[in-house]
């Protein structure tokens, strides 16, 4: 139950303040105000105690938003229902920032009246929300629009309204991956995990029925064992293990108990309809090779290789690596074969870029770092070498089998469903020791 | 000091800060001075070659950066490079960064020392100025070790600039004040002195302040300097304003200075030779003089110098405490300053006169201000204010003005600040209690604290009420009534409810003729008080209601009704519980006789220091209250002090609770509380009632006895097996109560005589009960006192004859009234006659009326003490005698005997601590004996030498009988 919301800007200023219990007075927007936005970046944790009264945050670029109770709320829940709160407002209004806030302040106020009740989050799907909370002028609803949006709203299918027809039933598919990973300098893998979505966008007439089908390892297992000769084929790395899911509401969790399937009636327009985490067969589709050499006390060679992991037909794109340097650099002299690299001063690191890089090649840069001598006997911690690239596979592994689509009401079949499946890759917290 | 050029503008500092400043968020902020580091470390690692204008710009961006809280781990180098710069804006930005960032351990520390130890040598006086800021800024120990023989060079110097004499003399201050064992002391010390005479009147001021801070560590070494000071202080104080030209702020000659010569004076007392000491006098004078002028100008800078002054000058005086005219004229000057406007004035008026108060000069002077200050409490806006008013009124407070503080503090109380109230409640109680001429007026006062604050009013004030009207009989009535009409008010505090159970449980029958607070009206009324009472206030309800059952015995049976009552008797609260099954059981089994006795009234308290004052010194902190409290301390002989917290509540229960009753009840439960037995607790004396006949019983009672009276004396009952040998005129029994007012007189196998006794001032009143202890009546049954020569005019008892017929295992009480008119020597004789079984019965006993019961202790100082002891020095009132020791050398015992004696125990009194010194005045119609002794026990010989003074050598003599026999 929360007690209330605040929205601030970075200097700390309110920007919304929407209170849903008497128990939390106008001296908690103060509370936070001073001992999280002005704590000079003391506070690091996403909830915070003060006087008893917790407040729970997330920031966007420079806005604070802040949940606050007074009980012992589902922290989980808040942090779902804010990130939920930031999915609405973007989808509305676009980039969340003071700006935007500002000149949206009336259409935030409606949606907090509709998404929380008494502080009780209720329907806070986007498309729900559209078809009644509008940017436009107040145009009088019919009689049955109005009933049409209470049995909407009311009824058993909150996310999608009847009657939606499409001249082109059309599908899109996106399995959106970060990858993180920390290794060792000598090349041992410390901690990875892929962390996956798998985003839809529907274009669907009426209210179709969908199946959607992965390499899913138990379920692979399963139809293993019902016909013994697609065993061989599909077993080993075909399939893969995912270690937690969550699904959309629209998902029939019920029948994902009982069968693993993963059927449901989707939302129009786009939403996630997965989440999931795997630890298990990664692809990691870069390798780093660092080499650091201390020459004195005021010189450092660093020497760094990276090696491309994947399909020679792929091309990875964005590629940045990040190379840290000491606190008292004096000045770098950097060659880099491939790409652009720079070193800037204002983060402590030497920042190389490459546009594109195909699978299974390699390209390395050499730098050399003058340091200042000085009287702090304290040792650089050297810093780990971060990179970010994006690559158009699924690192986990994970394959789109099918994708079905019923609607017995329309005469629509599953064939005249135009799909499109993406898979893009992501770098989460990619990091090598060096 | 050398221009500023306009090279030093600084254009690339003033770009990065603006820089900073328009920084939107943090993480900007911290790229942009990332950015900035490495340009600056670019720069000092790249051309070596950087010119004093850059070096000093980086150093300077890098002490910004430091100062926004970021660490800082290069460029130390370059800053200490800048101290050897010639330019001084490139010195001084070097000086500010090693005083600000360079820590004492730092291997650079040898480089700056350098660098500092040349700008001292140097000539140029504002490079010595800027290494002695540094000095001063820095003030390590390391700085302190390398430069302390330096200084004081500097500042003796006959060459030396003013200035640099100033920053020396301040940068030698703040040395001695971080690590003083550095600081030597040398023959600068009597050169420094002399720097009160300087010519620049900025030396005089940093030197004064240099020296005042010596001589509080060796006022020896620097009592040259009060002379010297005093001679400044006039030249200043008498010149014309416009003469010490820079140093004359608002029209005020040198402020800083004056004020801080006159706090340079306050380390010494006033000056002996009468010169200074004139000239001094002259000095404050024209100061409080040129107080009364009308100001030079409206400027508020201008009157708060001239103020600043003032108050120095008025605490020199306070300081001083020598003169009267001067202390007086201070006072009417802070009278004035009590009505002015600024609020700051007021208090500082009401805080000094605070401390003036207390000077015996002037104290009639400060009254005078009374009707302002009880202004200042009721109209002033700042609570801080109020509360020194608070304080002041209690300073000046006197028996003269008693009542009038004491109704204004109470009518201020209803409003007052709730921070201050529960000081305010014990400043009005030990006031009321102080200075109370009528009794009366000091129950009403408590009452109505209580009334108005009784959340504040704390244990300690409603148990010295009580211990108060217990100890006078004159305001018992009184107090009854008015408690009666307090608790009549719909809602009541606690407190009060406390108050008035214990009141009307001890005197509600002086009230009970009234047919408007007959005993049922009473209790009706505590009883409807008793349910939203706290469990410890509803025990001492019991106590109370169980004290009606003996006062009024008419309305027993409604007290047993609320004492059977599951409420009481099933009680989850042990303590109630208990009270009310041991209380319901003594209303029912114990006949009125028994029933009298055990719910006895009260005996008085003996005399202790008031723990009110106690626990506002406490919670002042000590010094707090001033030592004026003792010297102004009225001796109230007939006031008597109080006793600790816990006796009264548990002497209250005592009087049922422990074995005595236990015993009675034969409920064979162990003596719950553990009772702190006063001397005169009924406890002995209920034993012995109750023994009945059975010897078992009565062994057991005995054995109780020990347990309870803690000074016993007598070696064994005299218990006489025959009745025909039975006149006890042995001294042994008399003495036996020297100390000790109840108990068991006397013992056979056919009676026992149980004695409680009260003496007040020269009076005094004696219970006898006599005790049946056959099953056989006694007839004819009389008793008579007979006093025998000189006793007859020395003493007079009245009598009332008791029933000539006692019946078997009754007890029959005899009240005996005694006046002593002057001081005797023997002991009366009672004499009884009875019949039993046919055989007249004749015995004698001495009762045990000795001059000493008529003593009234008296409180007072070592220093009072031995002044009367001086003054008692004919030989004729001195009695001095030295024996052995009776009984084991017990210091507690001892004491409880001294005390049991009748005089007052001065602790803290005789400089060996194991001696005992005791002060009281015996009371006799026709004259009062005041008697001071002192028993000194020495252990190794088990020897006491007891030594006793008092004006009258009979009274001495027979004091010091009857003491030394109790050791």
Redesign the interface.
Known sequence: MIGGLFIYN?KGEVLISRVYRDDIGRNAVDAFRVNVIHA??QVRSPVTNIARTSFFHVKRS?IWLAAVTKQNVNAAMVFEFLYKMCDVMTAYFGKISEENIKNNFVLIYELLDEILDFGYPQNSETGALKTFITQQGIKSQTKEEQSQITSQVTGQIGWRREGIKYRRNELFLDVLESVNLLMSPQGQVLSAHVSGRVVMKSYLSGMPECKFGMNDKIVIDKQGKGTADETSKSSGKQSIAIDDCTFHQCVRLSKFDSERSISFIPPDGEYELMRYRTTKDIILPFRVIPLVREVGRTKLEVKVVIKSNFKPSLLAQKIEVRIPTP?????VQVICMKGKAKYK????AIVWKIKRMAGMKESQISAEI?L?????K?KWARPPISMNFEVPFAPSGLKVRYLKVFEPKLNYSDHDVIKWVRYIGRSGIYETRC | MPAVSKGDGMRGLAVFISDIRNCKSKEAEIKRINKELANIRSKFKGDKALDGYSKKKYVCKLLFIFLLGHDIDFGHMEAVNLLSSNRYTEKQIGYLFISVLVNSNSELIRLINNGIKNDLASRNPTFMNLALHCIANVGSREMAEAFTADIPKILVAGDTMDSVKQSAALCLLRLNRTSPDLVPMGEWTSRVVHLLNDQHLGVVTAATSLITTLAQKNPEEFKTSVSLAVSRLSRIVTSASTDLQDYTYYFVPAPWLSVKLLRLLQCYPPPEEGAVRGRLTECLETILNKAQEPPKSKKVQHSNAKNAVLFEAISLIIHHDSEPNLLVRACNQLGQFLQHRETNLRYLALESMCTLASSEFSHEAVKTHIETVINALKTERDVSVRQRAVDLLYAMCDRSNAQQIVAEMLNYLETADYSIREEIVLKVAILAEKYAVDYTWYVDTILNLIRIAGDYVSEEVWYRVIQIVINRDDVQGYSAKTVFEALQAPACHENLVKVGGYILGEFGNLIAGDPRSSPLIQFNLLHSKFHLCSVPTRALLLSTYIKFVNLFPEIKATIQDVLRSDSQLRNADVELQQRAVEYLRLSCIASTDILATVLEEMPPFPERESSILTKLKKKKGPGKVPDMEETKKERNSDMNGSTEPVSVNSSAVTMSTPSTSTDLLGLGLAPVLNSVAPASAGGSLLVDVFSDNSPAVASLAHTAEENFSSPRIGSADVVSDDPAAAVHDADELVNKFVCKNNGVLFENQLMQIGLKSEFRQNLGRMYIFYGNKTSTQFLSFSTAVICQDALKTQLNIQTKQVDPAVDGGAQVQQILNIECVSDFMEAPILNIQFRYGGALQNMSVKLPVTLNKFFQPTEMTSQDFFQRWKQLSIPQQEVQKIFKAKHPMDTEVTKAKIIGFGVALLDMVDPNPSNFTGAGVIHTKNIQVGCLLRLEPNTQAQMYRLTLRTSRETVSQRLCELLSEQF
């Open positions: 970075h000079r970046q420079n606190l008292n650099t004096s000045g001063a204002s983060e402590n003058e200042l001598p000085t009287n702090d304290k």
